[in-house]
């Protein structure tokens, strides 16, 4: 893959700190579950997608970072809202925190709701229910048409065990890059080459791969 290339569209990743963000990314893209170090800004990964470049930016979920996600948040055409189904502080942050900085990305940016984490409940004892992670994605989409997609975009999810990890990405790809049935013939046998960059600039120190 070229990386002078301009992607064809950019993803954010949000959530608070410790949510499994990374995990989330890496899991998607490697196949693999591993712990991270803290994400320090945000982290940059590659990701073709058929005939499409798309660049996934991974915040760092720490408050002392919000101001800068809100700028990794400009132009970005779909977005995950992670929240940690074990902690509902982490599902309440979503509107107190991470909604407003979304205001800087694309007019019709899709807004896909993940619960993490669900190989950690027991007996499916929980404190948000599917009923109320749905409605929030509900309303975050409404004035978007999503008739051509199956379900809402909210996901559930486990990074260890890759439980409907990829169907977060595929549901987020084919809204914003829809492909043909030709073309996903086409592309499934060959081999996607993944770049891992780490963002650094002027404002903000290296950033890390993270489980956050």
Not at 80 to 98: C, K, M
Request: charged fraction near 25%; aromatic fraction near 10%; include cysteine.
């Amino acid at each position: 893959m070229s990386g002078k290339r301009k992607p064809d569209l950019k993803v954010i990743i949000m959530g608070d700190f410790a949510v499994g963000k990374t995990s989330l990314v890496c899991r998607y893209i490697e196949d693999v579950f591993k712990k991270h170090d803290t994400t320090i800004g945000a982290a940059f990964f590659l990701k073709q997608w058929g005939p499409y470049n798309v660049a996934v930016w991974d915040t760092a979920g720490d408050e002392r970072y919000t101001g800068l996600s809100q700028f990794y948040c400009r132009n970005a055409g779909a977005a995950i809202l992670a929240y940690d189904v074990t902690n509902p502080q982490s599902f309440e942050s979503l509107w107190a925190r991470f909604m407003p900085l979304i205001e800087s990305a694309t007019e019709n940016c899709l807004k896909v709701v993940v619960g993490t984490k669900i190989d950690l409940l027991e007996n499916d004892k929980r404190d948000i229910t599917v009923e109320e992670g749905r409605k929030l994605a509900q309303e975050l989409n409404e004035g978007l048409d999503l008739s051509k997609l199956e379900g809402d975009p909210y996901f559930e999810t486990s990074s260890k065990n890759g439980a409907n990890v990829k169907e977060v990405f595929e549901y987020m790809f084919q809204y914003c890059l829809p492909l043909t049935g030709q073309q996903k013939q086409k592309y499934s046998s060959v081999k996607k080459d993944i770049v891992d960059l780490y963002e650094t600039d002027s404002n903000s120190p290296r950033a890390k791969k993270a489980c956050c």
